[in-house]
């Protein structure tokens, strides 16, 4: 084992090269395992939004627009439901449960969204975890608000607070005649519902009941005077549906797509999430074949600094010439260095992405949604590492065999 | 290092290759290799209905029927608690951030809109044993495992066929 030791021993002679080269090598390696962290992070973050709902049923546009809006609350619905509607498909024989959802307002950048009581109960993510409270209590009266808790986090609501809600997603009008009162707040969820503001559906009514045609009427009715009205919704945004049989769930979806009375739409998350992921996955084949050749370029940069440093080395080759080496341990010693750079790239590369990991998670998580758990390293990933340590030691081979060659022709003396 | 380290730097490195390998399916029978037409029973009737309809101009074409009166299918029982495995598509229910753990097997997908969606004796409702990746609905599958008929298994009201503890490989033909 002569030979790891000396190439060791090399390597800590020329310690600002090396590590340069090192550096080089590690920075591809946190390239390439961010981007496959980032996008299993991502997949994941997205197929654990939503569960326990079979369909989602909004007005018919298309189901991956639908899914993004209802549940993700990226994009914006072309068309709303009426409340007829929602109260026939409640009704078809098969559904088990359905939950009204309406959007179109918000609060200072997130969205505010109108619903019943009984989404706290009916929401489900990530296989199965229900909604909590961290204090307060679900809607009771017609100004409450539920906030989600990056809501709270960003903006220091307590609960009682009052909170305007504006109308639009992004606006310059407010309903400032008619203030909610924060009623609960929400536990972090790592879905979209921490973003979101939810009210009760009479809420949402009571704010643009006097509202014409886009905009304030003049002389409009004070908080007071609006609960007294009838508050009962007209229109949804979009549903979410539970089946009693899943068995029946195309016969249930079939029958919501071909609805005669209005044309609506009823997709199944997990489908419109698959096609999705149809649509992104040619962005991440890119992005997956940039990294890995952001990879090979690392390595080639350290093959070429191990063949600058051969002609210099000639000398120390002669030495060990002297002493007994023969030219197959001067090969061996150089593939040993390639394949030491190359590991100890890969492993400083695992600690700069560990630790920018624990520096960008609770960032990436309040500003894009997606949550990237500080698991280990997959199989995937540790085969990938021990190819990239391999690629290294192989590539060694073409300047080892440049030296097994020069130190067959200078022999054991050399002339520099 | 002497020579006895390289010695036990071998032998090291030749145990860890020696790893007992883990044997798949040998404590499980042979599953049995069923089609989609094996699930449909002998008598006749559901291929005859939409056009007995069309023929009494009771349906347009492009009209798909009432759901409502969607005739009851007939279930066949001769695969009860047995092993199977069935090539077909995974139409995933419940998705968790591992994969999929529910879903509905079918013969096929992305049918044209004026044809009903399969009959109740043509989809296979799937509970995965572990969570299932999927890369995209339009890659076939071998799925294996339990099959039953529905009104055997206590959650499901309606009749239908379910497997449970399902794996599943691609399908390669």
């Known amino acids: 084992m002569i030979f790891a030791r000396l190439a060791f021993r090399s390597l800590a002679a020329r310690w600002l090269t090396v590590s340069l080269t090192i550096l080089a090598i590690a920075l591809s390696v946190v390239l390439f395992l961010g981007v496959e962290k980032i996008r299993n992070g991502a997949k994941a973050s997205f197929a654990d939004t939503i569960s326990g709902t079979d369909l989602i049923v909004g007005a018919r546009s298309g189901s991956v627009q639908l899914l993004l809006y209802s549940v993700f609350r990226i994009g914006n619905a072309t068309n709303n439901v009426t409340w007829e509607s929602f109260e026939d498909i409640r009704e078809m024989p098969g559904v088990a449960w359905a939950i009204p959802l309406s959007l179109g307002d918000s609060h200072r950048g997130y969205r505010v969204l109108g619903t019943t009581a009984e989404y706290f109960d009916r929401y489900k993510f990530r296989a199965g975890k229900g909604l909590e409270f961290t204090s307060g209590v679900a809607f009771d009266d017609v100004f409450d608000a539920v906030l989600g808790a990056d809501v709270v986090a960003s903006l220091g609501y307590k609960l009682d607070d009052p909170i305007i809600v504006s109308h639009g997603i992004a606006s310059f009008t407010h309903h400032e005649d008619k203030p909610f009162r924060v009623a609960g707040i929400l536990a972090k969820t790592g879905t979209p519902v921490d973003r979101t503001v939810i009210v009760s559906l009479e809420g949402i009514e009571a704010i643009h009941v006097d509202w014409v045609g886009g905009g304030r009427a003049a002389g409009s009715l004070t908080a007071e005077q609006a609960r007294t009205l009838d508050l009962s919704p007209k229109a949804i945004t979009a549903a979410m549906i539970g089946v009693e049989s899943k068995l029946r769930i195309f016969t249930l979806q079939r029958a919501i797509n071909d609805y005669a009375e209005e044309p609506l739409l009823a997709v199944l998350p997990g489908v419109a999430l698959q096609e999705l992921w149809a649509v992104v996955g040619v962005a991440e084949t890119a992005l997956l074949g940039v990294s890995l050749m952001v990879v090979a370029t690392a390595l080639i940069g350290m093959v070429a600094m191990i063949f600058a440093g051969l002609n210099e080395r000639r000398r120390e080759m002669a030495i060990l010439r002297s002493v007994g080496a023969g030219p197959g341990l001067i090969m061996t010693m150089l593939i040993a260095e390639a394949a030491l750079i190359a590991a100890a790239g890969a492993a400083v590369g695992v600690a700069i992405l560990y630790a920018g990991l624990a520096a960008l998670q609770t960032w990436l998580d309040a500003t894009y949604g997606i949550y990237i758990p500080p698991t280990g390293l997959g199989e995937r990933e540790m085969i990938t590492l021990a190819a990239a340590v391999a690629a290294g030691a192989l590539a060694g081979l073409a300047p080892a065999a440049r030296a097994y060659f020069i130190s067959l022709s200078d022999g054991m003396s050399v002339k520099m | ?173």
């Open chain 2, 1 to 173: 290092m002497s020579r006895l380290n390289r010695r036990a730097l071998l032998a090291g490195l030749t145990l860890i290759a020696a790893q007992p390998y883990r044997a798949y399916g040998e404590d499980q029978p042979p599953a049995k290799t069923v089609y989609w037409k094996d699930l449909l029973p002998e008598t006749e009737g559901e291929g005859t209905f939409i056009e007995t309809l069309r023929d009494l101009n009771l349906i347009q074409q492009g009209e798909t029927l009432p759901w409502r009166k969607q005739p009851p299918v007939g279930m066949v029982s001769d695969f009860n608690e047995r092993r199977v495995r069935i090539p077909g598509y995974v139409v995933p229910l419940t998705l968790d951030g591992e994969g999929v753990t529910e879903g509905l097997l079918v013969p096929y997908v992305g049918a044209c809109i004026h044809v009903p969606p399969p009959p109740a004796n043509q989809i296979v409702f799937l509970r995965f044993e572990k969570p299932t990746p999927q890369d995209g609905l339009w890659d076939p599958v071998w799925a294996t495992g339990r099959f039953n008929m529905a009104a055997v298994e206590t959650d499901l009201a309606e009749a239908g066929y379910v497997m449970t503890e399902t794996a599943t490989e691609p399908y390669t033909g």
